[in-house]
């Protein structure tokens, strides 16, 4: 079965890159030049904003995505914003802050226009369809040409009410939902909204216009966004076009179009069934991918479901691509939707649970838990190194994690003082999990003995207390710590986390 990124590169021809070029609206393909005339240019206006964006078409219409291609199903296009954009693998319920720097040069629109000499005017419909297949369904009209730059924070939402909670946190973190001007402290606002935030989160940039742009680190995006219009555009590149049909030209037949513009309506129109039942099997397939990709991480295999409706999209995805592609060849056929049985399952919602060991130790120091049980399995959180430092007791706990934040990928937390020798590291490696953690407690933790899957092991304090055992349940896993610390580790639990079968919500 081809994946997504397959079905994304079967894309035909090249995209528009000259005034008056032919162009196929539905394939987002150049085509042969028919039309001739005389261009004329005005400067452009430049841009430098952020927008939040909560579907596809509005994330292209803010990437300045042609209207002809964000219109329809763009996610058969070869185009690079397109790609850009399919990378942030987007869900019905997702959304996006988009950060924009935009400097349009110039903007040039076709004027006089007239069919050229040697290209006869189609009369009959056979000549219509020839016409079509070679020279495309209109003519680029309209060239925006400069640089630009894009950063993009994809918030992976599977439900209505976790993207409402998304957009709470984002105004409580000073970021409008109708977007605004930039200013150096939306950096700290995008990063406080990403440590909070319980989705996934996908993260992509994107510059044209320069030759050697030197992308920045993820923590300097807005710099780079700010001082963008500075930089020197040695490598102009076409920002956005549009298209016209030919009917629009003088001498034109006017009515000879009619078939092919009702196809390219079915195939572009943002309201129709083709753009809406292609859009909707995309972002279920992100969202099939996106469970998908936990359940690999944490090896969990108890859900079939998943794979079986995410092949299901990719059928139906084909379906919409091969009628995309027949229109080349077969402009003036009449088209119909296709049966698309992938839809009629509804849309998945990630699933899980946690359970909390009993508490071993005393009651001082103050309480801490390592685990965001919202963020954690969402964002691939996993222990991936313990160590102690202990004497008679356990003075400190230190657990590290990682997870797929783009802001802050590895944490550590530490719980107790600053006394006691260091133990070795136990360090859990890709496919490497706790196996036991076993100890001795009293008033305070005595003892902790932790082992991992590959038989390697860490242990550190004295020989006090009574003996306990932290039993990991049935088809769970150790995520992380809770407990008491002051300047000893006084009291000590486990966390564990279970992935269940996703639900499904029409």
Same mark, same amino acid.
């Given at each position: 079965?081809?994946?997504?990124?397959?079905?994304?590169?079967?894309?035909?021809?090249?995209?528009?890159? /000259?005034?008056?070029?032919?162009?196929?609206?539905?394939?987002?393909?150049?085509?042969?030049? /028919?039309?001739?005339?005389?261009?004329?240019?005005?400067?452009?206006? $430049?841009?430098?904003?952020?927008?939040?964006?909560?579907?596809?078409?509005?994330?292209?219409?803010?990437?300045?995505?042609?209207?002809?291609? #964000?219109?329809?199903?763009?996610?058969?296009?070869?185009?690079?914003?397109?790609?850009?954009?399919?990378?942030?693998?987007?869900?019905?319920? $997702?959304?996006?802050?988009?950060?924009?720097?935009?400097?349009?040069?110039?903007?040039?629109?076709?004027?006089?226009?007239?069919?050229? =000499?040697?290209?006869?005017?189609?009369?009959?419909?056979?000549?219509?369809?020839?016409?079509?297949?070679?020279?495309?369904?209109?003519?680029?009209?309209?060239?925006?040409?400069?640089?630009?730059?894009? /950063?993009?924070? /994809?918030?992976?939402?599977?439900?209505?009410?976790?993207?409402?909670?998304?957009?709470?946190?984002?105004?409580? =973190?000073?970021?409008?939902?109708?977007?605004?001007?930039?200013?150096?402290?939306?950096?700290?606002?995008?990063?406080?909204?990403?440590?909070?935030? #319980?989705?996934?989160?996908?993260?992509?940039?994107?510059?044209?216009?320069?030759?050697?742009?030197?992308?920045?680190?993820?923590?300097?995006?807005?710099?780079?966004?700010?001082?963008?219009?500075?930089?020197?555009?040695?490598?102009?590149?076409?920002?956005?076009?549009?298209?016209?049909?030919?009917?629009?030209?003088?001498?034109?037949?006017?009515?000879?179009?009619?078939?092919?513009?009702?196809?390219?309506?079915?195939?572009?129109?943002?309201?129709?069934?083709?753009?809406?039942?292609?859009?909707?099997?995309?972002? !279920?397939?992100?969202?099939?991918?996106?469970?998908?990709?936990?359940?690999?991480?944490?090896?969990?295999?108890?859900?079939?479901?998943?794979?079986?409706?995410?092949?299901?999209?990719?059928?139906?995805?084909?379906?919409?691509? =091969?009628?995309?592609?027949?229109?080349?060849?077969?402009?003036?056929?009449?088209?119909?939707?296709?049966?698309?049985?992938?839809?009629?399952?509804?849309?998945?919602?990630?699933?899980?649970?946690?359970?909390?060991?009993?508490?071993?130790?005393?009651?001082?120091?103050?309480?801490?838990?390592?685990?965001?049980?919202?963020?954690? !399995?969402?964002?691939?959180?996993?222990?991936?190194?313990?160590?102690?430092?202990?004497?008679?007791?356990?003075?400190?706990?230190?657990?590290?994690?990682?997870?797929?934040?783009?802001?802050?990928?590895?944490?550590?937390?530490?719980?107790?003082?600053?006394?006691?020798?260091?133990?070795?590291?136990?360090?859990?490696?890709?496919?490497?999990?706790?196996?036991?953690?076993?100890?001795?407690?009293?008033?305070?933790?005595?003892?902790?003995?932790?082992?991992?899957?590959?038989?390697?092991?860490?242990?550190?304090?004295?020989?006090?207390?009574?003996?306990?055992?932290?039993?990991?349940?049935?088809?769970?896993?150790?995520?992380?710590?809770?407990?008491?610390?002051? =300047?000893?580790?006084?009291?000590?639990?486990?966390?564990?986390?279970?992935?269940?079968?996703?639900?499904?919500?029409?």
């Amino acid at each position: 079965m081809n994946s997504k990124q397959e079905i994304d590169q079967m894309a035909l021809g090249t995209a528009a890159s /000259a005034l008056f070029q032919g162009y196929n609206n539905v394939t987002a393909q150049a085509s042969n030049t /028919a039309i001739q005339g005389s261009p004329t240019t005005q400067s452009g206006v $430049s841009e430098l904003q952020y927008v939040v964006t909560k579907s596809l078409q509005q994330t292209y219409k803010a990437l300045n995505i042609s209207s002809s291609v #964000s219109a329809g199903y763009g996610g058969f296009s070869g185009e690079a914003k397109v790609n850009f954009v399919n990378q942030l693998s987007l869900t019905k319920e $997702s959304l996006c802050i988009v950060v924009k720097a935009s400097d349009k040069q110039n903007v040039t629109r076709t004027n006089n226009v007239s069919m050229k =000499s040697d290209v006869p005017v189609p009369s009959t419909e056979d000549q219509v369809i020839e016409f079509v297949k070679k020279y495309g369904d209109s003519y680029i009209s309209e060239l925006v040409t400069g640089a630009e730059y894009y /950063a993009v924070y /994809a918030f992976i939402c599977e439900t209505t009410e976790q993207r409402m909670s998304l957009e709470a946190q984002l105004t409580a =973190s000073g970021i409008s939902l109708f977007g605004g001007s930039l200013s150096a402290d939306f950096q700290t606002k995008i990063e406080n909204v990403c440590k909070v935030s #319980s989705s996934t989160v996908t993260f992509q940039q994107i510059v044209s216009g320069l030759k050697d742009p030197h992308l920045p680190s993820q923590d300097h995006i807005i710099d780079y966004a700010l001082r963008f219009f500075d930089l020197q555009i040695d490598n102009p590149a076409i920002i956005s076009y549009e298209s016209s049909s030919y009917d629009q030209v003088p001498g034109f037949p006017v009515n000879l179009l009619d078939q092919i513009r009702k196809n390219v309506s079915y195939f572009t129109d943002p309201n129709g069934d083709f753009t809406k039942k292609g859009i909707d099997i995309n972002e !279920l397939i992100n969202q099939c991918e996106n469970i998908d990709n936990i359940y690999k991480f944490y090896n969990f295999t108890q859900d079939p479901k998943i794979n079986n409706v995410k092949e299901l999209a990719y059928i139906d995805l084909k379906k919409l691509k =091969s009628q995309q592609d027949d229109f080349t060849y077969n402009p003036n056929n009449k088209y119909s939707l296709p049966d698309l049985p992938s839809l009629n399952e509804g849309k998945p919602a990630l699933q899980f649970n946690f359970k909390d060991s009993p508490t071993y130790g005393g009651d001082g120091g103050g309480v801490f838990n390592d685990i965001n049980q919202s963020t954690f !399995l969402p964002k691939r959180t996993r222990l991936v190194n313990v160590k102690l430092y202990s004497g008679k007791y356990v003075d400190k706990l230190i657990a590290t994690y990682e997870c797929t934040d783009p802001i802050k990928r590895t944490y550590v937390c530490e719980h107790g003082g600053n006394g006691g020798g260091a133990s070795f590291d136990l360090q859990l490696t890709n496919g490497i999990w706790v196996k036991s953690i076993s100890g001795q407690s009293g008033k305070y933790i005595d003892h902790l003995t932790f082992e991992s899957s590959n038989g390697q092991s860490i242990s550190g304090g004295g020989n006090g207390g009574g003996e306990f055992q932290c039993q990991i349940p049935d088809g769970y896993f150790v995520a992380g710590f809770r407990g008491r610390s002051g =300047s000893l580790l006084d009291q000590f639990g486990t966390v564990f986390a279970k992935i269940l079968p996703a639900t499904w919500q029409k």
